[in-house]
């Protein structure tokens, strides 16, 4: 019996142990890459997509989506502004949305290690975060001519890549504009159908019609508000937030109380972008 609990111990040292290691190995990347990158790794400055350079992309942006209309439509003055909207929001949620998760480090692959740590160094970071925030926010206004999904690229290849795209209301996959607010850290890049074509991504109705349900068009959500939480130590375990093994967790408390100080600081509005 001694000797088992000897080993339980030896084994639970050893555990914690190797998270330290782990946690101390991020912390290491973290702070040479801060040093490193002082100005790419962080996420955008509040005024950013206000800048010159991204007020033309998201022209750029608009036009594009402009250009998956049917020929009838792109000349609507409706259909212009619709597709103006979508690329003026998913600029400015993007800054918003990486402001929010607070990245460290460059690439932006790298902090999902700083999430997926023992420690939480950071609650939040992957790509399919901002691929939930991203439909969040794109969702705050009923769409007359355009419709939104999701897809992933490399699925199941373990290292696999969530966006949202838009299509038009009656187009279909791969006819469509790929958001990412991820790739560099809440400064959007926007991938067209050729380039869609030339890497391996599928849509995700799945995930798509899962998020449809929590964030219905017009929805009043704030940007604070996560679809998934996570519930335990493990990188893996997560649960929605509609139910009480997420909403009672420690993640779905730090939301719950991220909304309400937001909200109080902001006067109620919904969005700090």
């Keep these: 019996m001694c000797e088992n609990f000897a080993d339980m111990a030896r084994s639970r040292s050893s555990s914690l142990e190797s998270n330290i290691s782990a946690a101390l190995a991020t912390l290491s990347i973290a702070?040479?890459?801060?040093?490193l990158f002082p100005s790419c790794q962080r996420a955008p400055m509040p005024h950013y997509a206000q800048t010159e350079q991204i007020v033309q992309r998201r022209s750029i942006l608009a036009g594009q989506l402009e250009n998956l209309l049917p020929a009838e439509q792109r000349a609507?003055?409706?259909?212009?502004?619709e597709a103006?909207?979508?690329a003026d929001t998913a600029y400015k949620a993007s800054v918003s949305i990486a402001r929010l998760n607070k990245p460290l480090l460059w690439p932006a692959w790298m902090n999902n290690r700083l999430v997926n740590a023992?420690?939480?160094i950071r609650e939040r970071g992957l790509c399919w975060h901002y691929q939930h925030d991203l439909y969040r926010e794109l969702r705050r206004r009923k769409l007359q001519y355009f419709a939104l999904g999701c897809c992933v690229r490399d699925k199941g290849e373990g290292s696999?890549?969530?966006?949202?795209?838009?299509?038009?209301?009656?187009?279909?996959w791969p006819q469509a504009v790929t958001l990412d607010p991820w790739r560099k850290n809440g400064r959007l890049v926007a991938y067209t159908q050729q380039e869609l074509a030339d890497e391996n991504w599928e849509p995700s109705p799945h995930t798509a019609d899962t998020l449809a349900l929590i964030y219905p068009e017009c929805h009043t959500y704030p940007v604070e508000h996560w679809a998934m939480v996570k519930t335990g130590k493990k990188w893996n375990d997560y649960?929605?937030?509609?139910?009480?093994?997420?909403r009672y967790t420690r993640q779905g408390k730090i939301m719950y109380n991220n909304m309400y100080n937001a909200l109080k600081t902001r006067g109620g509005k919904l969005t700090d972008y």
């Design 160 to 172: 696999e890549h969530n966006c949202v795209y838009v299509t038009a209301r009656n187009g279909s």
């Design 76 to 81: 609507l003055p409706a259909a212009q502004e």
């Design 239 to 246: 649960a929605p937030t509609w139910l009480d093994s997420g």
């Design 118 to 120: 023992p420690f939480n």
């Design 31 to 35: 702070l040479a890459t801060a040093v």
């Design 84 to 86: 103006r909207w979508l």
